[in-house]
C-alpha cells in the first residue's frame, strides 16, 4: 500500500482549485534542485580551480585523486543512502546526507596539504552519493508519475545550468575569492535546502526493525570501487593489461558475484534482486549507463575538439557545449509535458536512441575544416536525443516498483548512470589518447611523438608553444581522435536504441486522463 505523504498545506500530490500546486510543494521542489545543483556543480567549479590548489598545496602526482576518491566515494555510497530512506524514511537520511556534504566541503576549504585535501574530498562524496538520490527519491514520492514530467525540465534546466555556468562559476570564484571559496560557497546554498526541507516537507516517520546488510553494503563498496579504478587507471596510470588492473579486474567480479548471490539470502538487502524482474526497470537502467557513457565522453571531448582545433576560448568552455544543452533541455521540456498529457513514454525513448545514434555519427564525420556552425548542428542532434532520454529513464524505472522501493530504484538508476559515465570516460578517452599519439607520431615524427608522450591532451598555453608543423599536426590527431571516440559512442548509443524497443508502456500512476496500456 503507498504510503500517504504530507505537507504543511494537505496531502502531497493535491492541486489547488487553481490547478496549482500548494506553496509548500513548490519550496520543496525548490530546495530539491538547489540541492540538485549542488550535487552536479561541484566537480565543474573543482575542475577550474584545481591549477591553482596545486600550486599553493603542491603534490601535482596526487592532482588525480582529488577527483577520484569524491568520485569513488559518491559511487559506492549511491546504494546505501537509497536503501536508507526506504529503511529509516527519505528526509532524515536526505538531511544527513546534505549535513554531510557541507561538512567535507568546509573542511576541504581549509585543507592545509593535498592529503587532507583528498581525504575531505572523499568524505563530501560520501555525502553526495545520497544528493541526487535523495532528490529523485523525494520527487518520486511527492509527485505522481503521470504528473512528474511537469518537472523534466526543471531538472534539466539545473543540470545545463551546472555544465555551462560551473567552469565559469569556477573560474570567477578562483580569480577573485581565492580556490577555498569553491569549496565554501557550497555553505550557504546548502543551509538555505536543508532549512527549507526541514520546516516545509514532512514525512512520515519510518522506524525498520530490520538490521542494515552489512556484509552486502561491504560487497557492494569493493567492486564498485574496484570498477571505478579500472575505469579511472586503466590506460593512464597502468597498462589495461598490468597486473593492477587484471587485479582489480578479478577483485570487483569476485566481489559483485559475491554481492548478488547473498542479496538472496539477506534478510533485508541493499538491492533487492526483485526489482529486476520487472523488465522495465532492467531496461531503464541498461538505458541509464549508456546515456552516462556518451555524454560524459561527449562533454569531455567536445570543448576539446573546439579548443584545439576550432582555436575557441577554453575560459569559456561551458559555453561551448550550449548547443547540446539547450537541445536536451527544450526536449525535455515537450517530452515531459507530452508524457503528462497522455501518459504515453515509449516514443522518447526509441527517438532518443535514435537521435543519440545519427547525432553521434554527424560529430565523429567532424575533421579540421568543420565550422563552429556545424559542429553547433550536430551537438543539437545530440541533446535533443539526450533530452528524451535523461528524465524518462528515471520516470519509468520508478513507476516500475512499489513505493517501498523507490529510494533503491532511484539509487541503482543513479548509480547506472555514474558507472556508465566512468566507463565512457575511459574507453573513449583511451581510444582518443591513443589515436592522437598515433597520429602525432605519423605527421610530426619523434616531434609529434615527444609531444604527447606525457598526455594526449594539450591545454592552450601548450598548444601556443608548438612550432607551426607541430600544432597542425595536433590538430589533425585531435580531430582523428574524436573521430574514433564519437564514432565509438554511436555504437554503444546503437544499443539503446535496441533496447528502447523492448520498453513496453505500462500506464503511469497519478491523475489526469487515463492512458491506454500498450498492445
Known amino acids: 500500500m503507498a504510503e500517504t505523504l504530507t505537507v504543511?498545506?494537505?496531502?502531497?500530490?493535491?492541486?489547488?482549485?487553481?490547478?496549482?500546486?500548494?506553496?509548500?510543494?513548490?519550496?520543496?521542489l525548490l530546495a530539491l534542485m538547489i540541492t540538485m545543483m549542488l550535487a552536479m556543480l561541484d566537480n565543474m567549479i573543482i575542475g577550474t580551480a584545481m591549477p591553482t590548489i596545486v600550486g599553493e598545496l603542491g603534490g601535482l602526482e596526487h592532482l588525480s585523486w582529488v577527483?577520484?576518491?569524491?568520485?569513488?566515494?559518491?559511487?559506492?555510497?549511491?546504494?546505501?543512502?537509497?536503501?536508507?530512506?526506504?529503511?529509516?524514511?527519505?528526509?532524515?537520511?536526505?538531511?544527513?546526507?546534505?549535513?554531510?556534504?557541507?561538512?567535507?566541503?568546509?573542511l576541504s576549504g581549509?585543507?592545509?596539504?593535498?592529503?587532507?585535501?583528498?581525504?575531505?574530498?572523499?568524505?563530501?562524496?560520501?555525502?553526495?552519493?545520497?544528493?541526487?538520490?535523495?532528490?529523485?527519491?523525494?520527487?518520486?514520492?511527492?509527485?505522481?508519475?503521470?504528473?512528474?514530467?511537469?518537472?523534466?525540465?526543471?531538472?534539466?534546466?539545473?543540470?545545463?545550468?551546472?555544465?555551462?555556468?560551473?567552469?565559469?562559476?569556477?573560474?570567477?570564484?578562483?580569480?577573485?575569492?581565492?580556490?577555498?571559496?569553491?569549496?565554501?560557497?557550497?555553505?550557504?546554498?546548502?543551509?538555505?535546502?536543508?532549512?527549507?526541507?526541514?520546516?516545509?516537507?514532512?514525512?512520515p516517520r519510518k522506524r525498520s526493525q530490520a538490521r542494515i546488510d552489512y556484509l552486502g553494503a561491504g560487497l557492494l563498496t569493493v567492486g564498485i570501487t574496484a570498477i571505478v579504478?579500472?575505469?579511472?587507471?586503466?590506460?593512464?596510470?597502468?597498462?589495461?593489461?598490468?597486473?593492477?588492473?587484471?587485479?582489480?579486474?578479478?577483485?570487483?567480479?569476485?566481489?559483485?558475484?559475491?554481492?548478488?548471490?547473498?542479496?538472496t539470502k539477506a534478510a533485508e538487502p541493499v538491492v533487492p534482486l526483485h526489482i529486476f524482474r520487472s523488465r522495465n526497470f532492467t531496461l531503464m537502467s541498461v538505458i541509464g549507463f549508456i546515456t552516462g557513457f556518451v555524454m560524459f565522453g561527449a562533454t569531455l571531448f567536445?570543448?576539446?575538439?573546439?579548443?584545439?582545433?576550432?582555436?575557441?576560448?577554453?575560459?569559456?568552455?561551458?559555453?561551448l557545449l550550449l548547443p547540446m544543452l539547450g537541445a536536451m533541455l527544450v526536449t525535455s521540456m515537450v517530452a515531459g509535458r507530452v508524457t503528462t498529457n497522455t501518459g504515453r513514454y515509449k516514443l522518447f525513448p526509441v527517438v532518443g536512441g535514435a537521435l543519440m545514434v545519427v547525432g553521434l555519427y554527424l560529430l565523429s564525420t567532424m575533421d579540421t575544416g568543420t565550422s563552429r556552425f556545424t559542429s553547433g548542428v550536430f551537438m543539437a542532434v545530440v541533446g535533443l536525443g539526450m533530452g528524451c532520454l535523461m528524465q524518462i529513464t528515471m520516470l519509468v524505472a520508478q513507476n516500475s516498483v512499489e513505493m517501498k522501493d523507490m529510494g533503491v530504484a532511484s539509487s541503482s538508476t543513479t548509480l547506472f548512470r555514474t558507472l556508465g559515465s566512468s566507463f565512457g570516460v575511459a574507453v573513449m578517452g583511451a581510444?582518443?589518447?591513443?589515436?592522437?599519439?598515433?597520429?602525432?607520431s605519423e605527421r610530426a615524427g619523434s616531434l609529434g611523438a615527444k609531444v604527447t608522450e606525457q598526455s594526449a591532451q594539450l591545454d592552450a598555453a601548450s598548444l601556443a608553444k608548438l612550432p607551426e608543423a607541430a600544432r597542425e599536426a595536433y590538430q589533425h590527431a585531435v580531430s582523428s581522435g574524436t573521430h574514433s571516440a564519437f564514432l565509438l559512442g554511436a555504437v554503444v548509443a546503437v544499443l539503446?536504441?535496441?533496447?528502447?524497443?523492448?520498453?513496453?508502456e505500462v500506464p503511469l500512476k497519478g491523475t489526469g486522463p487515463e492512458a491506454k496500456p500498450a498492445e
Request: without cysteine; proline residues 4%; glycine residues 14%.
Open 431 to 440: 581510444l582518443f589518447n591513443n589515436r592522437v599519439q598515433d597520429v602525432m
Open 229 to 263: 579504478l579500472v575505469t579511472t587507471w586503466g590506460g593512464t596510470e597502468y597498462a589495461w593489461d598490468s597486473a593492477m588492473i587484471m587485479e582489480l579486474v578479478a577483485i570487483g567480479v569476485v566481489a559483485l558475484v559475491g554481492f548478488v548471490f547473498w542479496q
Open 110 to 203: 581549509m585543507a592545509q596539504d593535498m592529503g587532507q585535501l583528498i581525504g575531505f574530498r572523499a568524505v563530501q562524496g560520501l555525502g553526495a552519493g545520497g544528493l541526487m538520490v535523495g532528490v529523485m527519491a523525494i520527487i518520486g514520492d511527492l509527485i505522481p508519475p503521470r504528473e512528474r514530467g511537469k518537472y523534466q525540465g526543471m531538472m534539466a534546466g539545473v543540470m545545463a545550468l551546472a555544465m555551462i555556468g560551473g567552469p565559469l562559476v569556477g573560474g570567477t570564484i578562483t580569480d577573485h575569492w581565492g580556490w577555498r571559496w569553491a569549496f565554501y560557497i557550497n555553505l550557504p546554498l546548502g543551509v538555505v535546502a536543508l532549512a527549507a526541507i526541514s520546516v516545509v516537507l514532512h514525512l
Open 302 to 319: 567536445l570543448p576539446l575538439y573546439q579548443q584545439s582545433v576550432q582555436g575557441a576560448s577554453a575560459t569559456n568552455s561551458g559555453l
Open 8 to 28: 504543511d498545506t494537505g496531502p502531497v500530490g493535491q492541486e489547488t482549485q487553481d490547478g496549482k500546486r500548494p506553496r509548500s510543494v513548490r519550496v520543496v
Open 496 to 504: 539503446s536504441l535496441v533496447t528502447a524497443v523492448f520498453v513496453k
Open 67 to 106: 577527483v577520484t576518491s569524491y568520485t569513488l566515494a559518491t559511487a559506492a555510497s549511491t546504494p546505501l543512502w537509497g536503501k536508507l530512506g526506504d529503511m529509516y524514511g527519505r528526509k532524515g537520511v536526505f538531511m544527513a546526507s546534505i549535513v554531510l556534504f557541507l561538512i567535507g566541503s568546509a
